[in-house]
Structures are given as structure tokens and as C-alpha cells.
């Protein structure tokens, strides 16, 4: 055998491609087509909002050719700063109520037996599959003075008659609830399928009690879930406007509520994209926080933690 031949081998091994470069080509194939969906469809016009909140509004409803800050400083002024707190203590307590449903529903769900988990689970979802304006007429049906809810609380004693469940932050809140409940119930049931439910037995082993068990073993061992849901709940609900439109009366006008005006009845774009840059930003807060503050920590370390101070008491 001639020598030459074997030393040309390994040379010709040597301009192979890598298994690391062709991950790499596959992992850049992948995610190219949706990196660039997102840059066309959303930073881009993300970025066009941003700017048109520069600008002067058109006497025809166009957007002016100069650039100013009044429209800016406008949306602080006082009229706004009562519709963003309401937004922001509306939104607030939709989340509230949907984690309080949610957290005991995703316990249960989590321990029942895996024959029943797809049906319960499948009920949490079925409400998802008809049209969400539809869902909110219903409501209207029943919240409506001669409805079905109404008509039966009257007639128990419950609520007197001069009480109407409609037209009211009340009704917002109560169709807001409904409507993001299932976004809040599905994820801290996939956290509580990954949960050791072992660490509650082994601190009510060490003299802890249910409900001290509970709220110092569970709830910090799926605190990812809760965060999940809490954004999954509380970022929609910010910029929620149709659930206002149609179930709230006239002091219920949230954010999302200005917006659509002042760009479809108005006309006025440069101040609709001026509101949407605002809220954007109250939308930005608490996703930082989530990803700069405890979105990267293990979500079973404070369990644990609170396992091992049990026991050291």
C-alpha cells in the first residue's frame, strides 16, 4: 500500500463539516422565519408607532409632517392620569381574583389520577374554542337587568332591585375574570406537574400543617407558574378594551378604550399612538422585572429552602 494513501485521509476528514457547525446552521435555519416575522410585524411597526407619537395630528385625521412633545406631555395630564390608574387597579385585581381561582384549581387538577387529567384540563379549554365577542354578549345577557343572574339574586334576596349588574367596573372585572382564568389555570398546572409533591409530605411530617405547607412548600416550588400566569393575565388585561366597551357603563374606560377613540372615532393617530407608547411602557415593567429579577432562578429552590427551615425548627 502506497504511504501517500494513508496520510491522505485524515486530510480529507479534516474539511468535513463539524456536527457543532451544522447544529449551529440548524438552529439558525430555525429560528430565522420567526425572528424575521417578528422584526417585520412587530418591531417594525412597533417602531412606526413610536414615531408617529412625535408627530403632529393632521386637521384631515392624517399624521402632520412636524415633530413635537406636546403630544406626549398631553397624555399625562390629569384626564389620563385617572383612566391609567383605573386601568392599572382594574388589571391588578383581574389578576388577583384569576391567581386565587387558579392556584387551588392547578393543585387539583395536578393530583388528580392521569385518566381524568385530560378531561378536567379539557374543560379549562373548552370556553377558549368559541369567539371571545361572543362570550362577552353572553355575559351581557346574563348580567342584564331582566337576566338570568339578576332576576334569580333579586328574587333570593341577595341583591335588592334598584341594583343592576351591568354598566359597571363590577362587570368589568367579573367578565375580565372569566375570560383570562383558563391562561391563568394552565400554567400553574403545567408548574405543578413538575412539583415533588413528596416535599409536602415530608414537611407535614416535621409538624407543619396543611395550609402552613401549602403556602411555604407549593407556592414557592411553582413559583415560575404563578409568574407566568400572573403576566399571561395582567399584560392583557392592561391594554383590555373591548370587555370594557361592552359590559362597563361610562366611568369604566380603560386605556385600551382611548386608544381605539382617538384612532378610529377621533382621528386623531398621533395621540392614539402616544397613549399606545404608555401603555407599552407599563406593559414593558413588569416583564423586565420578570426577566431581570427572579425569571431566571429555579423555581423548586425556594421549596426546598422552606423544607430545610422546617426542619432546622
Not at 51 to 68: E, L, M, Q, R, V
Not at 180 to 185: G, N, P, T, V
Not at 215 to 243: D, E, M, Q
Request: glycine content about 6%; proline content about 5%; charged content about 15%.
Amino acid at each position: 500500500m502506497n504511504p501517500a494513501d494513508t496520510t491522505a485521509k485524515p486530510s480529507s476528514l479534516t474539511h468535513a463539516p463539524s456536527p457543532i457547525g451544522r447544529g449551529k446552521f440548524c438552529e439558525v435555519s430555525l429560528t430565522l422565519p420567526s425572528l424575521l416575522w417578528l422584526l417585520f410585524f412587530f418591531a417594525v411597526p412597533a417602531a412606526m408607532v413610536f414615531a408617529i407619537a412625535f408627530k403632529t395630528a393632521d386637521s384631515s385625521g392624517g399624521i402632520g409632517s412636524s415633530w413635537t412633545l406636546e403630544t406626549i406631555v398631553e397624555v399625562f395630564n390629569f384626564n389620563y392620569a385617572r383612566i391609567m390608574w383605573r386601568t392599572v387597579w382594574v388589571s391588578f385585581a383581574v389578576t388577583a381574583i384569576c391567581l386565587l381561582l387558579a392556584v387551588p384549581v392547578g393543585y387539583w387538577i395536578s393530583r388528580q389520577d392521569k385518566k381524568y387529567k385530560n378531561w378536567l384540563l379539557l374543560l379549562v379549554v373548552i370556553p377558549l374554542w368559541t369567539n371571545f365577542l361572543i362570550r362577552i354578549f353572553a355575559w351581557r345577557l346574563l348580567l342584564h337587568p331582566d337576566g338570568i343572574i339578576r332576576t334569580a339574586l333579586v328574587s333570593i334576596g341577595i341583591i335588592p332591585e334598584d341594583v343592576f349588574l351591568l354598566n359597571n367596573m363590577t362587570a368589568v372585572i367579573i367578565v375580565s375574570v372569566y375570560t383570562h382564568l383558563s391562561f391563568a389555570i394552565l400554567p400553574i398546572y403545567a408548574a405543578s406537574e413538575r412539583f415533588d409533591f413528596s416535599l409536602l409530605e415530608a414537611a407535614r411530617d416535621l409538624g407543619a400543617g396543611r395550609f402552613r405547607a401549602f403556602c411555604l412548600i407549593y407556592l414557592p416550588g411553582i413559583k415560575r407558574g404563578i409568574i407566568t400566569a400572573f403576566l399571561i393575565v395582567f399584560i392583557p388585561a392592561l391594554g383590555s378594551y373591548a370587555i370594557p366597551d361592552l359590559v362597563g357603563g361610562i366611568d369604566c374606560e380603560l386605556l385600551g378604550n382611548k386608544i381605539a377613540f382617538r384612532a378610529m372615532a377621533n382621528r386623531n393617530l398621533p395621540e392614539a399612538a402616544a397613549i399606545s407608547v404608555v401603555l407599552a411602557c407599563m406593559i414593558a415593567i413588569p416583564f423586565i422585572a420578570f426577566v431581570f429579577g427572579g425569571g431566571r432562578k429555579r423555581a423548586d429552590g425556594g421549596a426546598r429552602a422552606e423544607t430545610e427551615a422546617i426542619s432546622r425548627q
